[in-house]
């Protein structure tokens, strides 16, 4: 175990090649954190098809350091502008952005990032923790499970849209397992849903489906929006060195905080669901609990910007254990990756845990390596990082809608994915528009081929009777819970907040 | 009025939920288990959906929504930009419609200046092609107009 561990780490430090690759996947991850407009989802959608080919751990590399750092890099904008970059920087806005109204800008963000970096690292060492833990109980899921697991991760995942949001999100998640289901059906050998089209044989590219559902919705509505998202002078956004360390050093003198909310943050980020939003305000609140002094929250306590900034980071680690040995991902974020990691040929399950530890341990090790090198590039250029808020939302549309284009058709070499991409947009864009959740989708799509061997297998071996098996009773029990708040909540939701 | 936005996609999802039902019936039992275990329940729960936006419509019938029509008339643009560029990529091929669309977005929707909007396509078109064609060695589709015309030309 320990050679495993360690023999990891040598490796990813001593080969060039991945070292390498980290540091272009940690200036894109920060590049994307900084920009308005595109967010960690967005990225990882549109770097799947230069990482298609690639072998399994290269490209998981790649793609997991991207993802993981671009949190730390989000909060320049919520400190100084006092506009979140997405959900998971909106506590630090509460704090950050008086620290900077009052001159302190430069404290407030050697703070979060540091933290967010010691976040990262400390939610990746609670995920390593964790494995011994989880091996056995993995490894008793059996096909019947596996299935109800996929019903189960929709169904969870549909809670990160909240309140009257649930519903939308088992619909779009279903919808996501039925676009599985086009093509040759395994059992059978019947095709579904394809009419004339042989391209379609082999089921909707997921390359294609992520960016149409993700990437390019999110283009057209930063188009209709319009603007940049600083309304704040260059002048107001100059932060200097000394202020920054001041930062880094408050992560240290409140270093008891630093492990509590890292650990809160990593658990919650385990619960498929609860997302990183969560983790950042129940943290923030935390804090504000156990502070002697709490009346100086939200007037620009640095305690206040800790707190959130490590919980929002560690939470990655966390979220990464049910994506990998469940294949349910614990973030909207972590469903794309998720498909990433099937196109890659990783298949999250037990099996990572008995043949692919390695993988396992690279994985936990990029995200250590790839937050000390955010925090290390970003404290050396959080001066010059801040300029990029201020690049105009309509410059980057062009630029990203043909990364789209080429994607969906570098993939499979086939100009019918185009097609199939605009088709697939017009449906994404209209559940942007209508508010309805689209990560459901992602895990339905990625997880409806895995369901449906699944289903079968479980049908061959048990009939209907897997339904009674205890695990699978535990987990209908969880659906049925989880299925009926959500039309519960719904109903009872006021009907004006709907309207508003 | 009660088909605002939230209506009329809900309608779209359940079209085509129930069309990919109805098309799983003609498949035989073993094929359309899975479109059936996963089409229904999501029928049933769209359909509790619409319920509850023609509910929400139904209040907030009246309601004035402001910059309705602008939003509505920029959704249209740049839906246009995008439907504009595959159309082009498939009538034209990758390396004459994604320079033009470029340009054309950044002088007439991003208001950028002549020798930026330039400066900007000339760096993209280098890195796409350098990435995509040199270096991924892909194919980029031709376009069938291109095609056609390289064909005429070469005869």
Redesign the interface.
């Known amino acids: 175990m320990l050679e495993t561990i360690f023999g990891t780490l040598y490796t990813l430090l001593s080969t060039p090649y991945y070292m390498g690759l980290m540091l272009i996947a940690v200036l894109i991850g920060i590049w994307v954190g900084l920009t308005p407009g595109i967010g960690g989802k967005l990225s990882i959608a549109l770097a799947i098809p230069f990482v298609f080919g690639w072998e399994a751990i290269p490209g998981a590399i790649f793609l997991l350091t991207m993802h993981a750092v671009n949190g730390t890099s989000g909060q320049i904008s919520s400190i100084m502008f006092g506009v979140p970059g997405d959900g998971d920087d909106a506590a630090t806005v509460l704090d950050g952005y008086p620290m900077a109204k009052r001159g302190e800008a430069g404290r407030a963000l050697g703070a979060s990032m540091t933290a967010s970096g010691v976040g990262g690292i400390i939610g990746a060492i609670v995920f390593a923790l964790m494995i011994p833990v989880l091996e056995p109980v993995v490894l008793a899921f059996s096909p019947a499970e596996f299935f109800l697991l996929a019903l189960l991760g929709i169904t969870f995942i549909a809670f990160l849209a909240g309140g009257g949001g649930m519903l939308k999100g088992i619909v779009v998640g279903l919808f996501g397992m039925m676009l599985a289901t086009v093509g040759m059906d395994p059992q059978t050998g019947t095709a579904r849903f394809v009419g004339e089209q042989i391209f379609l044989w082999d089921g909707i590219s997921l390359v294609t489906a992520v960016l149409a559902i993700f990437a390019v919705p999110e283009m057209i509505a930063l188009g209709v929006k319009g603007g940049s998202i600083s309304a704040v002078s260059m002048q107001a956004a100059k932060v200097s060195y000394r202020q920054l360390l001041g930062g880094v050093l408050e992560v240290p003198r409140h270093w008891w905080l630093v492990i509590r909310t890292s650990v809160i943050g990593a658990v919650i980020g385990m619960i498929p669901g609860l997302g990183g939003s969560a983790a950042a305000w129940f943290c923030y609140g935390h804090a504000v609990q156990t502070s002697k002094t709490p009346e100086r929250f939200g007037k620009g306590a640095v305690e206040g910007v800790i707190a959130p900034e490590t919980a929002s980071n560690a939470k990655e680690g966390g979220s990464l254990l049910p994506t990998l040995f469940f294949g349910i991902p614990g973030s909207s974020g972590m469903a794309i990756l998720l498909g990433a990691f099937l196109i890659l040929g990783i298949q999250p399950g037990p099996t990572l845990i008995t043949d692919n530890l390695n993988l396992v341990w690279m994985l936990i090790w990029a995200l250590v390596v790839g937050n000390v090198m955010a925090v290390a590039i970003l404290l050396v250029f959080a001066r010059w990082a801040a300029i990029l808020t201020f690049v105009r939302g309509e410059f980057l549309i062009p630029f990203v809608l043909t990364m789209c284009v080429f994607g969906a058709f570098v993939n499979e070499a086939q100009w019918q994915n185009l097609v199939v991409l605009a088709l697939l947009s017009a449906i994404g864009y209209g559940l942007l528009s209508a508010d309805w959740p689209r990560a459901p989708f992602a895990i339905g799509l990625v997880l409806g081929g895995i369901a449906e061997e699944s289903l079968h297998k479980a049908l061959a071996l048990w009939g209907l009777e897997f339904f009674l098996r205890p695990l699978s009773l535990v987990l209908i029990g969880l659906i049925a819970l989880t299925v009926g708040w959500a039309i519960y909540s719904g109903w009872r939701r006021p009907v004006a907040s709907q309207t508003a | 009025m009660l088909l605002n ?2 209506v ?3 309608l ?2 359940l079209a ?2 129930v069309a ?1 039902v109805g ?2 019936a003609q ?2 039992p ?2 359309r ?3 059936w ?3 229904i ?2 029928i049933a ?2 359909l ?2 619409l319920g ?2 023609l ?3 139904r ?2 019938a009246g ?1 004035a929504q402001e910059g309705e029509g602008s ?1 509505l008339r ?2 249209a ?3 246009g ?3 504009g ?2 159309g082009g ?2 009538l034209f091929g ?1 390396l004459l419609a ?1 320079p033009v ?2 340009l054309v ?2 002088r007439h ?2 208001r ?1 200046s002549w020798p930026l909007a330039l400066g ?1 396509v000339a760096a ?1 078109a280098v890195v ?1 092609y350098l ?2 064609v040199q270096g ?1 060695n ?4 031709q376009g069938f107009v291109t095609q056609y015309v390289l064909e005429r030309s070469s005869e």
Do not use: K, N, S
């Open positions: 936005r939230r009329a996609f809900t779209v999802m085509i939920l990919m098309m799983a498949y035989p073993d094929a288990f899975m479109p275990v996963v089409g329940p999501a729960l769209c509790l959906q509850r936006d509910r929400a419509a209040h907030a309601e939003t920029r959704e643009a740049m839906g930009y995008f439907l560029l595959v990529i498939l990758f994604v669309f470029i977005f950044l929707w991003a950028a900007l993209a796409y990435v995509f991924l892909v194919a980029l589709h």
